[in-house]
Nanobody, 126 residues
Framework: QVQLVESGGGLVQAGGSLRLSCAASGRTFRSYPLGWFRQAPGKEREFVAR????????DYADSVKGRFTISRDYAKNTVYLQMNNLKPEDTAVYYC???????????????????WGQGTQVTVSS
């Protein structure tokens, strides 16, 4: 059974920081990326960042580049999302996801992922 458990969401003022964690278990995750997506009320789920556990290469949405950093603890199968200089428009439910073996090379689409966490709420007040 694949499990992805997120933690670290909360309420923060604009300009503040939060760190999200995603603990993965149940499959050999090392071959495929882990990613973060978010979904704000009334909007579609969107890509935030992803990391390949082997090699550590990363990719980010333009809206978060320079403010968010994705990293991983290879031994713990855990991925982190450090979010700095948060803005009200970052308010959303953030989801961790595990890359599918049939995903495309870039792993920036929801369809590239086949297991999802339950989500954690991030609220940024102005």
């Amino acid at each position: 059974q694949v499990q992805l458990v997120e933690s670290g969401g909360g309420l923060v003022q604009a300009g503040g920081s939060l760190r999200l964690s995603c603990a993965a278990s149940g499959r050999t995750f090392r071959s495929y990326p882990l990613g973060w997506f978010r979904q704000a009320p009334g909007k579609e789920r969107e890509f935030v960042a992803r990391i390949r556990l082997i090699g550590g290469t990363t990719d980010y949405a333009d809206s978060v580049k320079g403010r968010f950093t994705i990293s991983r603890d290879y031994a713990k199968n855990t991925v982190y999302l450090q979010m700095n200089n948060l803005k009200p428009e970052d308010t959303a439910v953030y989801y961790c996801a595990s890359g599918s073996p049939s995903g495309t090379y870039f792993y920036t689409r929801s369809a590239d992922y086949d297991y999802w966490g339950q989500g954690t709420q991030v609220t940024v007040s102005s």
